[in-house]
């Protein structure tokens, strides 16, 4: 199984790096978006932002305020879903069959989808610093629903494959025994942090994100130290 994974993308070592990157960056960048958000607005700001129907209006007022700062943690966590690509095909590999391949299909689709909203996200921004913040935000939010659905609603389409593809590749996991219930758990777990254009990170997501930390970067690790095990085929109930 180690030397079909050497022959295919990604490979020993890329799937091995992006297992225990991906997750770790993803978690870092949850947490940079809501430190960077809390940082930037004052309390009367954050009260003003939480009563807006979207969160974009308080993103946007925060990137105003704290440029640099709302830059990078997007950034990084547009990185997060640049690596987890690789390392879920890399599981799906490790896993084998048709229902962690599927898994892993959507899961990928789910993280174009956030590539997609990235880009939305760096263009809002900018447009506050061309016709300043009032400006951009009205144009933003009069046209904010076709922005985040997409053309076609193709971006829609791609961000149901992190829920049902979490579910799949879960599933596939605990039947071959790569990952017990517990780790099953994680991964589905973390397919169901929110999707979207200037949304605004909580607590709850960055800890979300540490789950797959758990469930990803030992596996990882084996891969790079090749000295994964044998997949054991479906283990008990209360497993790791």
Do not use: H
């Not at 305020?65 to 997007?74: C, I, K, N, R, W």
């Not at 990235?118 to 076709?146: R, S």
């Amino acid at each position: 199984m180690l030397a079909a994974m050497n022959t295919y993308f990604p490979g020993r070592w890329i799937g091995g790096a992006t297992l225990v990157l991906g997750p770790v960056v993803m978690c870092a960048g949850y947490l940079l978006r809501y430190l960077s958000t809390i940082t930037a607005l004052t309390p009367q700001q954050q009260a003003w932002a939480e009563a807006q129907p979207f969160a974009a209006y308080g993103q946007l007022l925060a990137y105003t305020s704290e440029p640099a700062l709302l830059t990078l943690s997007y950034a990084v966590f547009a990185l997060g879903a640049v690596l987890l690509f690789p390392a879920f095909v890399a599981l799906a590999q490790r896993v084998g069959g048709g229902l962690a391949f599927w898994g892993a299909t959507l899961l990928v689709a789910g993280l174009f989808s956030r590539l997609y909203s990235a880009g939305a996200d760096q263009t809002a921004f900018q447009l506050t610093e061309v016709i300043g913040l009032d400006q951009a935000t009205n144009a933003i939010m009069n046209e904010y629903v076709d922005i985040s659905y997409g053309p076609w609603r193709g971006k829609v389409w791609a961000s149901v494959g992190q829920y049902a593809g979490s579910l799949l590749l879960a599933v596939a996991a605990w039947r071959s025994g790569v990952f017990g219930t517990a780790r099953a758990l994680m991964l589905l777990l973390a397919g169901g942090t929110w999707m979207g254009v200037l949304k605004a990170a909580s607590i709850p997501d960055a800890l979300v994100t540490a789950l797959l930390c758990v469930a990803l970067v030992p596996l990882g690790v084996r891969m790079l130290r090749d000295r994964l095990p044998v997949p054991a085929g479906r283990p008990r109930v209360l497993s790791w």
